[in-house]
T-cell receptor
Framework: DQQVKQNSPSLSVQEGRISILNCDYTNSMFDYFLWYKKYPAEGPTFLISISSIKDKNEDGRFTVFLNKSAKHLSLHIVPSQPGDSAVYFC???????????FGTGTSLTVIP | DAGVIQSPRHEVTEMGQEVTLRCKPISGHNSLFWYRQTMMRGLELLIYFNNNVPIDDSGMPEDRFSAKMPNASFSTLKIQPSEPRDSAVYFCASMRGNQPQHFGDGTRLSIL
């Protein structure tokens, strides 16, 4: 059973607008969350992370928000750029040194 | 610094044949993970190693799958005998301590 869910398989956004990618999880023991970005024919690359002691983490155009009570996190990209077009995976762990559970990914297309 | 190196990048073989996927983790990384990516389930963790020791192989689909890590710089994932439903992209990732995982570019496996 999927413990990390990304219910939107795809998303299209105009260049310059905000992209919001969502992720839900079921395991209340998860305390560390990451977003990875994946281009075709390449492996996922780490983008941004957040631990459960925070509700927001920002890195340039990328911000991750965590709502522990709702077991929900989101990735905001603003402004969106065509180079952001990729598949984004959400991942969670109950121990930062332990295994990670990944969602099924959301394919983002930023339209010029 | 070289990233995680996987070989081969592509493998096409007939059902029933043995398949061996290879991974060289980043030097100094003490954890290694094998994932399988499918459309339906996203990135599934198959097995992971800490300091060359298998920690959790509960994600390995069945006895046809086996993985080894004979030393800190090499791991293999073997499927014997292979079946068409094993067709997927297989990723290897490595990690040091609590840092995010670094992924290889994957092996695209097609079983005819």
């Amino acid at each position: 059973d999927q413990q990390v869910k990304q219910n939107s398989p795809s998303l299209s956004v105009q260049e310059g607008r905000i992209s919001i990618l969502n992720c839900d999880y079921t395991n209340s023991m998860f305390d560390y969350f990451l977003w990875y970005k994946k281009y075709p024919a390449e492996g996922p690359t780490f983008l941004i992370s957040i631990s459960s002691i925070k509700d927001k983490n920002e890195d340039g155009r990328f911000t991750v928000f965590l709502n522990k009570s709702a077991k929900h996190l989101s990735l905001h990209i603003v402004p969106s750029q065509p180079g952001d077009s990729a598949v984004y995976f959400c991942a969670a762990s109950a121990d930062t040194g332990n295994q990670f559970y990944f969602g099924t990914g959301t394919s983002l297309t930023v339209i010029p | 610094d070289a990233g995680v190196i996987q070989s081969p990048r592509h493998e096409v073989t007939e059902m029933g044949q043995e398949v061996t996927l290879r991974c060289k983790p980043i030097s100094g990384h003490n954890s290694l993970f094998w994932y399988r990516q499918t459309m339906m389930r996203g990135l599934e963790l198959l097995i992971y190693f800490n300091n060359n020791v298998p920690i959790d192989d509960s994600g390995m689909p069945e006895d046809r799958f086996s993985a080894k890590m004979p030393n800190a710089s090499f791991s293999t994932l073997k499927i014997q005998p292979s079946e068409p439903r094993d067709s997927a992209v297989y990723f290897c990732a490595s990690m040091r301590g609590n840092q995010p995982q670094h992924f290889g570019d994957g092996t695209r496996l097609s079983i005819l």
